[in-house]
């Protein structure tokens, strides 16, 4: 079963904050971060092992709520290079990948 | 180390023809995984293989569509016969499975297949 992300879009200027969400009907055992620019792999960003873990990547940071089955990706202060399209994956038997939040950044 | 390898980067071909797509994983990892990408469908898991055996291959999408991992080093994914629809950039990615538990997946940088 695919983890639902939302918003689907997103659109900021420079400096502002986002917030991605991811939630699945599975209970999690994991949920991971990628970052996809265009024409490219994804990349990992992070994973989150147990409910009430939070982590950050520079300016990025998630949490996950395994009682609610969530996950939120944070992204403070944006920047140009932040723009791309970022998957949450979900770690029950297999990994699932929701169907992406795509970030543009402006100027 | 060189990364997931894959090969070709850029496939076309016509319909009926048969594809095959190959895969090197990072030395050492024990868990590959098949992506097919697309604009409509997004990310989507075909088939992952532990210890190179197949452990769930629902994801893929008909009897045209195969994989194997003759061994820790190597794996296929192959259409037979090739259709339109299936045009799209397919992933592979191997990981270090630990605890049971899954790790960062590596992703190589696709083939691009087009299907005239």
């Known amino acids: 079963q695919q983890p639902v992300q939302s918003p689907q879009a997103v659109i900021l200027r420079e400096g502002e904050d986002a917030v991605i969400n991811c939630s699945s009907s599975?209970?999690?055992?994991?949920v991971h971060w990628y970052r996809q620019k265009h024409g490219e792999a994804p990349v990992f960003l992070m994973i989150?092992?147990?409910?009430?873990e939070q982590k950050g990547h520079e300016k990025i940071s998630a949490s996950f709520n395994e009682k609610k089955q969530q996950s939120s990706l944070y992204l403070t202060a944006s920047q140009l290079s932040y723009s791309g399209t970022y998957f949450c994956?979900?770690?029950?038997?297999?990994?699932?990948f929701g169907a992406g939040t795509r970030l543009t950044v402006k100027p | 180390d060189a990364g997931v390898i894959q090969s070709p980067r850029h496939e076309v071909t016509e319909m009926g023809q048969e594809v095959t797509l190959r895969c090197k994983p990072i030395?050492?990892?024990?868990?590959l995984f098949w992506y097919r990408q697309t604009m409509m469908r997004g990310l989507e898991l075909l088939i992952y293989?532990?210890?190179?055996?197949?452990?769930?291959d629902s994801g893929m999408p008909e009897d045209r569509f195969s994989a194997k991992m003759p061994n820790a080093s190597f794996s296929t994914l192959k259409i037979q016969p090739s259709e339109p629809r299936d045009s799209a950039v397919y992933f592979c990615?191997?990981?270090?499975?630990?605890?049971?538990?899954?790790?960062?997946?590596?992703f190589g940088p696709g083939t691009r297949l087009t299907v005239l």
């Open positions: 293989f532990n210890n190179n055996v197949p452990i769930d």
């Open positions: 989150l092992l147990k409910g009430g």
């Open positions: 990615a191997s990981s270090p499975l630990s605890g049971g538990s899954y790790n960062e997946q590596f």
């Open positions: 599975k209970a999690l055992y994991s």
């Open positions: 994956g979900t770690a029950t038997n297999d990994m699932r």
């Open positions: 030395s050492g990892h024990n868990s």
